[in-house]
């Protein structure tokens, strides 16, 4: 059998024609759509690679942030309470400081009750007794109480002792007004006089007086020069009186406000005071 090595070149020329156009028209196509597939794919798992770690990031980040939440939750929490905690005692402390101030303001305002109603009784048992002694001397004696005053006043100035005597006598010297002689009453001429005598003979010298009528010198007489005292009144014999009616006043309502008493002790009071105003 021959061998047609024409027919077998055109052949193979053919061959190589064919594929050179396949390679040319179909199979580098074929490849390129392989590569870009492939492509294609490798970006898209990095896409999906990329949002799962950004997904992971998120996660992590609100799992982070949950807990940072969770964390200042509790934390708020405890400061809540403990700010809770100590504006209660705050207020339960302020509640007991208004306590105790309005318990003081109502012990002040007792204490300024009991102090008015003293002077008040002080004033009437003074009236009272200037009155009662008034009478007694007059129905008894037939001398006036301001004349037995005025004798008492010049016998007291005549035996004060030698420091009152200097501190007096240096007063009336120094002083650049008269002395005045200030009393309940209008004194008659001849009690001014003996007390004119008593400071002159006291003193030995002249001594410049000024006499006074003061609704404040209650049954006595004062002398006053530059700051310097003296005199008698029958207040003094009532100081004993207004120190136990003071104290009597104190006691009770004071005790009132801070130890509320019993409904058996809720006695009423002795009457004490009213013995001494008798006996004045």
Known sequence: ???????????IVNFLILVGLLKQFLYKPILEAIDAREKRIATELADADAKKAKAEKERTDFESKN??????????????????????????????????????NQADALRGDQIRLGCEISLLAEKEVFAIARKALTDLATVSLEERIGEVFTRRLRELDAQAKALLGDALKNSPQPALVRSAFDLPADQKAAIQNALNETFSTVVQ???????????????TAN?????WSISSYLAGLSNKVGSLVDKEPIAAIKVPPKPEAAKPPAPEPAAPIGAQ
């Open 1 to 11: 059998m021959l061998i047609d090595w024409f027919t077998v070149g055109a052949q």
């Open 67 to 104: 807990t940072l939440f969770d964390k200042q939750r509790s934390a708020l929490l405890g400061k809540a309470t403990s700010e809770a905690s100590a504006e209660r005692e705050r207020l339960i402390g302020q509640a007991k400081k208004d306590a105790e101030g309005s318990r003081a």
């Open 209 to 223: 007086i000024k006499f006074e009528d003061s609704q404040d010198a209650i049954c006595g007489i004062e002398l």
């Open 227 to 231: 700051g310097q005292k003296v005199g």
